[in-house]
Nanobody, 122 residues
Framework: QVQLVESGGGLVQPGGTRRLSCAAS????????MAWYRQAPGKERELVAD????????YYKNAVAGRFTISRDNAKNTVYLRMNNLKPEDTAVYYC???????????????WGQGTQVTVSS
């Protein structure tokens, strides 16, 4: 199994910066796509950004493009989300996601972290 542990959430003022981290551990053969999702109160979980296995290809939700940057360090099995110019509408629980294989012959599994709260408020 693969465990994902997020860190870096908290309270930040509008216009502020925050960096989230998510470290994967456990029985890992390879990690494909890694991503950050978020879920605001009363809303469905939505994809914020994702990054390919080699870090070369990224996707951003329109609302965060130009403000958020996703990156990964494969040596550490870690994905990051740097969030600049935060807005109150960015307030949500942020979840880490990884598509990973636990052995060379296993299928790709979908793994989620427990989530970290980000609150943007003055």
């Amino acid at each position: 199994q693969v465990q994902l542990v997020e860190s870096g959430g908290g309270l930040v003022q509008p216009g502020g910066t925050r960096r989230l981290s998510c470290a994967a551990s456990g029985s890992i053969f390879s990690i494909q796509t890694m991503a950050w999702y978020r879920q605001a109160p009363g809303k469905e979980r939505e994809l914020v950004a994702d990054v390919s296995w080699d870090g070369r290809n990224t996707y951003y939700k329109n609302a965060v493009a130009g403000r958020f940057t996703i990156s990964r360090d494969n040596a550490k099995n870690t994905v990051y989300l740097r969030m600049n110019n935060l807005k109150p509408e960015d307030t949500a629980v942020y979840y880490c996601y990884a598509a990973a294989k636990v052995t060379a012959l296993s299928s790709i599994g979908n793994y989620w972290g427990q989530g970290t709260q980000v609150t943007v408020s003055s």
